[in-house]
């Protein structure tokens, strides 16, 4: 045991990278986040500056992922605290033609709540939802976003 040592919080999560590759494991969220009261979400994660996190495959084998080289994470529901804002449902193509569709979340200042204003001043990773699962979605590998 280490007296500096956090035990972190294991999270489901199904890892779609550009290459086309799948990576279906667990990864690691703090109890703490450095940027809001609670615990951290996987969406914090992504945002971080740093190039890689860990990652760990249901297999048993840790790795390092490099976060830009993930176009999509998928993981699943949970009860996450509600968020205030306009939902708007959309349709991503990623580079490649995959397609994911389901609703964001945006919370904008009054006269700046367009898709176009959120997708360029939200920081590289973004929350997308659906019914069966919730995602964490690269802006930087979106060929094209549209509403409906």
């Given amino acids: 045991m280490n007296d500096y040592r956090v035990d972190k919080l294991e999270i489901p999560v199904m890892l779609f990278l550009a290459d086309g590759v799948v990576h279906d494991g667990i990864m690691f969220l703090s109890p703490f986040s450095p940027s809001h009261s ?3 979400r996987l969406v914090d994660l992504f945002r971080e500056t740093d190039t890689f996190c860990p990652f760990k495959t249901r297999d ?7 976060k830009s080289s993930v176009t ?4 699943p529901v949970q009860n996450e605290e509600e968020t205030y804002g306009d939902r708007i449902k959309v349709r991503l193509t990623f580079y490649g033609g995959e397609l ?3 609703t964001i979340i945006i919370a904008m200042p009054p006269g700046k709540g367009r898709l176009q204003d959120y997708i360029n001043s939200t920081p ?4 997308l939802l659906t019914e069966e699962s919730h995602y964490i979605v690269n802006g930087d590998l979106i060929r094209e976003i549209s509403p409906g």
Avoid at 60 to 66: A, P, S, T, Y
Avoid at 124 to 127: M, Q
């Fill in 38 to 40: 609670g615990s951290q």
């Fill in 60 to 66: 048993g084998r840790f790795c390092l992922v490099n």
């Fill in 72 to 75: 999509h994470a998928r993981y």
């Fill in 100 to 102: 994911l569709e389901g």
């Fill in 124 to 127: 590289g990773f973004f929350c």
